[in-house]
């Protein structure tokens, strides 16, 4: 799982850029360099500790989830999984600027690129997930009924979470990128997608759909 390899290669580099970091703090304190370099020797020790806890929280998140079939109905995780890529996106930022200043040795910068791989593999499969709207802050979870929506439909029921994960293991959702492959040699193009359709049952106004 992509997530899993982020957060490990994250435990793992995270540590070592910190020390190295906290080492170029203290010497920019004793040669008095620049306020504007001490600055952004702290601000990367603060980015790896928050990229550090975000994947420790990440990984225990997940540990978990195996015994919770229902985790990933949670908007929580889903924003978790979001913080943890926008930690580490903003660490990479800080640590192109202190390159620019050529100040960042290639080695620490190799040492990172495992984590910067498998975060983007994990944002790719995030962006193209049916659960993704739970990354947008969408929740997805059994809301309290009788609801009234914002153009005034009432709705007396609806576990929508539930209907998602009956509907992507009908269609084998995951299996998708093997049949595009083979729809590919036969010169033919696939496409995917799932949305929900609400219909009125019990009266006889007029319904109207269009692709």
């Known amino acids: 799982m992509a997530l899993t390899r982020a957060y490990e290669a994250s ?5 070592l850029a910190r020390d190295h970091f906290v080492r170029c703090l203290e010497t920019a304190e004793e040669n008095r360099h620049p306020s504007t370099v001490h600055d952004l020797w702290i601000t990367l020790v603060q980015r790896c500790k928050q990229c550090y806890e975000v994947s420790e929280a ?9 015994k919770d079939v229902d985790g990933r109905n949670d908007p929580s995780f889903w924003l978790l999984c979001r913080t943890f890529l926008q930690h580490f996106i903003a660490l990479v930022n800080e640590m192109r600027e202190v390159r620019n200043m050529r100040l960042l040795p290639q080695e620490l910068i190799v040492m990172l690129r495992p984590v910067q791989k498998a975060s ?4 790719r499969l995030m962006e193209s997930s049916p659960w993704k709207n739970l990354a947008d802050g969408i929740s997805m979870v059994p809301a309290p009924t009788p609801y009234t929506s914002a153009m005034g439909q009432r709705y007396d029921s609806g576990d929508f979470s539930q209907l998602m994960d009956a509907a992507l293991a009908k269609i084998d959702w995951d299996g998708f990128p093997t049949r595009r492959a083979e729809a590919a040699r036969r ?6 997608g799932l949305a929900y359709y609400l219909e ?3 009266g006889a106004a007029t319904e109207n759909a269009k692709v």
């Open 11 to 15: 435990l793992k580099a995270v540590p």
């Open 58 to 66: 990440l990984h225990l998140r997940l540990t978990n989830m195996r």
């Open 120 to 123: 983007r593999e994990a944002g």
């Open 187 to 192: 010169g033919r193009q696939r496409g995917i």
């Open 200 to 202: 009125a049952t019990g």
